[in-house]
């Protein structure tokens, strides 16, 4: 049996650590949305109590794979970049919670033009910031239209978020960027430009080699290995993706074929 004392010392450490955070993430929600200057992203980059580390060493690993739900496969009527982006922002909703949710891409989709089919990352964040989604009870995987529901039920919605990365930044700078978030607990949100083959990645561990191109696909990078020298990703694609919907991408594919990165602030306190 757990010590009282043991568990009220991880109840206060969790809840100062939230606390310290807290003016920064206030301050970042007066800010434009997509904060990318270097020194404001390192400003605001959230520690998560539990699993990030704030040290200035990398980890030689780190998984976020245990505290995330199911991969699910993205609807006929859905985008990958909803999907990605609602599966990110549930990770830091369901962290200590002990009944975990699901939250719904498909109302960000359905509330923006045209349903999304070609929207921005800049719309579907901008999105989550401004309004925030709902349970997917609520608005279900590949709904098409919203219901009266929608407006009497709870919204959880991000605070800002970070552009770590762009089509500009250097091979090397952008699987920095991408680890120094993911060792601090944060996923990191990518938009992976290929010839389009790279949803075709079917019952393997490591990415085949992949060209460069024009076809713009969502993926969440979850955890890094230094020895392995790659990323692990989570696609919207299902479980017979890659390996069981996760795949492992070396760093220098990462560095060539990831063009833009992105990392939610959450709220303090979610319903």
Known sequence: MRSPLIILYVSVVFSLSLSAQNPRMKSAEGMALGISAPEQIENFMYVVPGVGSSARDLLEQQSLKPYLMPVRKTGFRGNDLAYAAASCLEYYVNLGRNYKINLSPDFITLNLPGNGKNSSAKEVLGLLAEQGTVNAAIVPYDAGELTGAVFSTPK???????????????????????????????????????????????????????????????????GYDENEEAFELMSTWGSAWGNNGYVFMKYDDFGKLAVNGYVLLPEEKYP
């Open 156 to 222: 959880y919605d991000v605070v800002n978020y970070l552009h770590i990365f762009t089509s500009l930044t250097r091979d090397r700078q952008r699987v920095f960027e991408a680890k120094k978030a993911l060792m601090k607990g944060n996923p990191v949100l990518v938009e992976i430009a290929t010839d389009g083959s790279l949803q075709n990645q079917v019952g393997t561990r490591y990415l085949k080699s992949v060209p460069s191109g024009s076809t713009m696909n969502s993926l969440l990078v979850v």
